[in-house]
């Protein structure tokens, strides 16, 4: 095993959770997730076939949920064929490295999204002065060094393709970060849209607590560049979803969701893109 790898330096708990956490959801025979506190895991595969890709990994210290997560659906000493990621922020990254180590399993992430993954390069850092709830005012704890992987992360198949996800695709929306990807399958409009858009309004502490169902833009006091943001959601309205399973929120389909994704788009400077903050009105990512 790759013996660069390491956790970020300022790893930690956050005290932050809903009343979804530690369940699970199944939006489809072959699409499965679990809420570790109050991001979104994918598990993408067939129980019965026992072959599978995992999407996301949590927040810090949620390895053994996901392993045990994955021993119910799969069955024991079933790793998955890859890890694939829609971004590397510490909520879907924390996991990783005592994953990668157990499993000895190939990740993936968009190029882009590469130097935040492999300790070169730490995100900006969260934006408290944001508009926003009392999530987004006490962002300033939450964790944005960078994991290091090492070589066993890779970028995704110039192809568009997924790695162990036949049927899917990765599409680039980036916005919340450089190389943020969603997942989505043409076949049943299945989407896994990560945090270019949400289905709770993440900045808001009852909300999450709650796990209140809206579509909503990525969350505030993470997104940095909101041209990008706006773009990345007029392209996934435009492939008028079936089913999402977001980053954070609970999955949504049918009309509910495209009604509120399409007013979403139409929408987005008044209702997703905050009135001020730190990367509002072309701020500089770095």
Same mark, same amino acid.
């Given at each position: 095993?790759?013996?660069?790898?390491?956790?970020?330096?300022?790893?930690?708990?956050?005290?932050?959770?809903?009343?979804?956490?530690?369940?699970?959801?199944?939006?489809?025979?072959?699409?499965?997730? =679990?809420?570790?506190? @109050?991001?979104? @895991?994918?598990?993408?595969?067939? %129980?019965?076939?026992?072959?599978?890709?995992?999407?996301?990994?949590?927040?810090?210290?949620?390895?053994?949920?996901?392993?045990?997560?994955?021993?119910?659906?799969?069955?024991?000493?079933?790793?998955?064929?890859?890890?694939?990621?829609?971004?590397?922020?510490?909520? $879907?990254?924390?996991?990783?490295?005592?994953?990668?180590?157990?499993?000895?399993? %190939?990740? =993936?992430?968009?190029?882009?999204?590469?130097?935040?993954?492999?300790?070169?390069?730490?995100?900006?850092?969260?934006?408290?002065?944001?508009? *926003?709830?009392?999530?987004?005012?006490?962002?300033? @704890?939450?964790?944005?060094?960078?994991?290091?992987?090492?070589?066993?992360?890779?970028?995704? %198949?110039?192809?568009?393709?997924?790695?162990?996800?036949?049927?899917?695709?990765? @599409?680039?929306?980036?916005? $919340?970060?450089? *190389?943020?990807?969603?997942? =989505?399958?043409? $076949?049943?409009?299945?989407?896994?849209?990560?945090?270019?858009?949400?289905?709770?309004?993440?900045?808001?502490?009852?909300?999450?607590?709650?796990?209140?169902?809206?579509?909503? *833009?990525?969350?505030?006091? #993470?997104?940095?560049?909101?041209?990008?943001?706006?773009?990345?959601?007029?392209?996934?309205?435009?492939?008028? %979803?079936?089913?999402?399973?977001?980053?954070?929120?609970?999955?949504?389909?049918?009309?509910?969701?495209?009604?509120? #994704?399409?007013? #979403?788009?139409?929408?987005?400077?008044?209702?997703?893109?905050?009135?001020?903050?730190?990367?509002?009105?072309?701020?500089?990512?770095?």
């Amino acid at each position: 095993m790759d013996e660069e790898m390491h956790e970020p330096k300022d790893n930690k708990s956050i005290p932050m959770t809903s009343i979804t956490s530690g369940s699970g959801e199944e939006a489809a025979n072959d699409v499965f997730y =679990y809420t570790d506190q @109050i991001v979104n @895991i994918g598990f993408i595969g067939y %129980p019965e076939e026992r072959e599978w890709v995992l999407v996301d990994a949590g927040l810090p210290h949620s390895a053994e949920n996901i392993m045990e997560t994955a021993e119910k659906r799969f069955g024991t000493q079933q790793p998955p064929l890859a890890i694939v990621l829609t971004h590397g922020h510490f909520d $879907h990254v924390g996991g990783l490295v005592d994953l990668v180590q157990e499993w000895d399993v %190939p990740v =993936y992430a968009h190029q882009l999204e590469l130097p935040y993954l492999t300790g070169e390069q730490s995100y900006p850092e969260p934006d408290p002065s944001v508009e *926003g709830g009392m999530l987004a005012k006490i962002s300033r @704890i939450y964790p944005n060094e960078p994991v290091n992987l090492g070589r066993a992360v890779q970028p995704l %198949p110039e192809d568009n393709s997924v790695p162990g996800m036949e049927g899917w695709q990765w @599409i680039h929306t980036p916005g $919340h970060t450089p *190389g943020h990807v969603s997942f =989505y399958r043409k $076949h049943d409009g299945m989407l896994l849209s990560g945090d270019a858009f949400i289905t709770v309004r993440q900045d808001s502490f009852y909300n999450v607590l709650m796990q209140t169902s809206e579509v909503n *833009g990525p969350p505030r006091y #993470l997104t940095t560049d909101w041209e990008k943001a706006k773009t990345s959601v007029e392209k996934l309205a435009q492939l008028n %979803p079936e089913t999402v399973v977001p980053g954070h929120g609970t999955w949504m389909r049918g009309e509910a969701l495209r009604e509120g #994704l399409s007013h #979403l788009a139409q929408t987005f400077d008044q209702t997703a893109k905050p009135d001020y903050g730190r990367y509002v009105d072309g701020h500089d990512y770095h």
